[in-house]
């Protein structure tokens, strides 16, 4: 978004990310709490767009704390999108942001792989039910205050800058940097949708400049890879021999998962471009140099 000429502010309480990330970057930084409405509601005022990324993130934080869960991804992006619906008051406009939420597939659940916009959601973790209600809430702001939202179902995201993140790709480099080994839950038969940072991050720039509003998206790569076949990738982009250890499947995970990704195809005229092996040295590279 800088590169193309915006001006960015960015809303974190860092309770994850680092402000580091930003330091050499030309951002208006503002620390604060998504939960604090009227904090938000002071803050997210005269922007042109909205891109909603602060969560609870993953299932197993969701099992261990259920209510925390619900407040951040369900009244968190309540209070955010109050604040996008007000400013219209606030600045005697009828320019609304253009709003984008990232979730995931976590709200399909027991659907059967691939993942797509019109099977009917069945959670099966709190982490599942939070996110499906925050997509609930953004397509009711659309319906009833013409409020531009856009749902973005995310497969696995991974790449530069996110060792602070759980997720599985950051987790197996920090495993090899830090530890020696890998570690496995389940079986390694389970498989995911892995899609790079920068492919990501171009869908969101084609949706904030789009007409389009009151929409679900799958953001993937429709490539259905196994955990055995990704560490097998990440032992040669890593030229390493890591121990790999086993344990059980965590409770909540989605078992198979992949995308169907003809509609953001269609409406934004958006594709993928790093295929899995190429993004993960590029990931590589960023965690070998910290």
């Not at 309540?78 to 008051?89: F, G, P, Q, T, W």
């Not at 499906?132 to 659309?142: D, G, I, N, Q, R």
């Amino acid at each position: 978004l800088i590169g193309l000429g915006y001006k960015v502010s960015v809303l974190d309480n860092f309770s994850v990310g680092h402000q580091t990330y930003l330091n050499k970057l030309p951002v208006n930084i503002i620390d604060g709490d998504i939960l604090d409405r009227d904090f938000v509601l002071n803050s997210v005022i005269d922007f042109d767009g909205v891109v909603h990324l602060a969560a609870q993130t993953g299932v197993p934080g969701s099992l261990v704390d259920p209510y925390n869960d619900c407040e951040v991804n369900v009244l968190g992006t309540l209070n955010v999108l109050e604040a996008c619906r007000l400013m219209k008051d606030k600045l005697d406009t009828n320019n609304l942001p253009k709003f984008i939420l990232a979730s995931s597939n976590a709200p399909l659940g027991r659907q059967d792989p691939p993942a797509t916009e019109d099977k009917v959601p069945i959670p099966i973790s709190p982490y599942g039910a939070s996110k499906l209600s925050a997509e609930s809430y953004c397509l009711a702001y659309y319906g009833s205050w013409d409020l531009d939202t856009i749902v973005f179902r995310f497969g696995n995201v991974y790449g530069p800058f996110s060792r602070h993140k759980s997720s599985v790709v950051a987790e197996f480099f920090k495993g090899i940097i830090d530890r020696g080994n890998i570690t496995v839950h389940g079986d390694g038969n389970q498989t995911r949708d892995f899609i790079y940072v920068g492919d990501l991050c171009r869908a969101v720039v084609l949706a904030l400049e789009s007409d389009i509003g009151g929409e679900v998206y799958q953001i993937a790569t429709g490539i259905e890879t196994s955990i055995t076949e990704l560490v097998e990738i990440i032992q040669e982009v890593s030229s390493s021999e890591a121990v790999i250890n086993s344990s059980p499947r965590r409770q909540g995970d989605i078992v198979n998962n992949y995308s169907v990704i003809t509609k953001a195809n269609e409406h934004l005229a958006w594709n993928p471009q790093i295929d899995l092996y190429k993004g993960l040295e590029k990931t590589w590279e960023w965690f070998n140099q910290k």
